[in-house]
């Protein structure tokens, strides 16, 4: 059974730094791409940037030069550093998996709170 578990959300003044992180347990992790999403009361859910198995990243327009995303294979995590934060940001951020060349992320965790004050 695939559990995907994120942390390090919080409450953070705008122009400030997070990093998430999300554990992978019950999958090959290597094989599969990664993904981080958000979603804002009100809004849907976003894809905010994903990676590759081969380490090939995408990030959305509104985070690109200010997220980055990365993967450990030996410790089963990715990573989502994000750096001069806006309170735009603020939403709840949730990391999901899928197989290389389908479309649909297929599991996903229960998400973490982030927060930017402005």
């Known amino acids: 059974q695939v559990q995907l578990v994120e942390s390090g959300g919080g409450l953070v003044q705008a122009g400030g730094s997070l990093r998430l992180s999300c554990a992978a347990s019950?999958?090959?992790?290597?094989?599969?791409?990664m993904g981080w999403f958000r979603q804002a009361p009100g809004k849907e859910r976003s894809l905010v940037a994903r990676?590759?198995?081969?380490?090939?990243?995408y990030y959305g327009d509104s985070v690109k030069g200010r997220f980055t995303i990365s993967r450990d294979n030996a410790k089963n995590t990715v990573y989502l550093q994000m750096n001069s934060l806006k309170p735009e940001d603020t939403a709840v951020y949730y990391c999901?998996?899928?197989?290389?060349?389908?479309?649909?992320?297929?599991?996903w965790g229960q998400g973490t709170q982030v927060t930017v004050s402005s």
């Open positions: 999901a998996q899928r197989q290389p060349g389908t479309v649909r992320f297929s599991s």
């Open positions: 019950g999958l090959p992790f290597s094989f599969y791409e």
């Open positions: 990676i590759t198995n081969g380490g090939s990243t």
